[in-house]
């Protein structure tokens, strides 16, 4: 028998697996995640829906027009995704990709230092909230003198970022 009164903390090893995306527009869709991002196309479902990854997975992120096509934008000041965040494995990688948007002049909406990380915004097509970002290694983490964590938002400073493109492999 379940107790379903008693308190439950969810596993440490738990991850979120991806998001599924409602999208107006597949094609431009594509050209923010796969030619802009790197996502590789795992599997498509003709002109409604495709599946990407990074590394090979079976998909991190889906993206449908089943409910959505040509639909505006979801208005912004109402409940709903407020961002998703993709997690680089370290800062360099978070450079490049910076160093992409950068070139393609995509629009940022934000660069932030928060102590455990730090972080790029922008949004999709669709509007989206989308957060790139580094997790710096748990030991750097900013904490109180209780050892309770303290986290913050200062601006990224963007240039030292970049700065990780000019040191060689090991940087």
């Known amino acids: 028998m ?10 440490p090893q738990t991850r979120i697996g991806h998001v599924h995306l409602k999208v107006a527009d597949l094609e431009k869709s594509l050209a ?3 030619d802009l991002l790197g996502f590789e196309i795992t599997m498509r479902y003709g002109h409604q829906a495709v599946f990407l990854s990074a ?11 089943w409910y959505s096509h040509h639909a505006p ?3 912004l000041h109402t409940a709903g995704l407020y961002h998703f965040a993709i997690l680089y494995p370290t800062r360099k990688e978070l450079a490049k990709v910076f160093a992409r948007l950068i070139a393609a002049r995509y629009p940022i909406t934000g660069a932030s230092d928060h102590g455990v990380s730090e972080a790029i915004y ?9 957060e790139l970002y580094w997790d710096r290694p748990r030991e750097q983490w900013p904490v109180l003198p209780d050892g309770s ?3 913050f938002t200062r601006a990224l400073d963007t ?5 990780e493109l000019e040191q060689g492999e090991e940087g």
């Open 32 to 34: 923010f995640y796969h």
């Open 73 to 75: 934008a979801a208005p």
């Open 55 to 65: 590394g090979g997975y079976h998909h991190h992120i889906g993206l449908n027009t």
């Open 122 to 130: 922008l949004d999709d097509p669709d509007g989206n909230g989308v």
């Open 2 to 11: 379940y107790d379903t009164l008693s308190p439950y903390q969810i596993p």
């Open 149 to 151: 964590l303290q986290m």
């Open 159 to 163: 240039k030292d970022l970049l700065s």
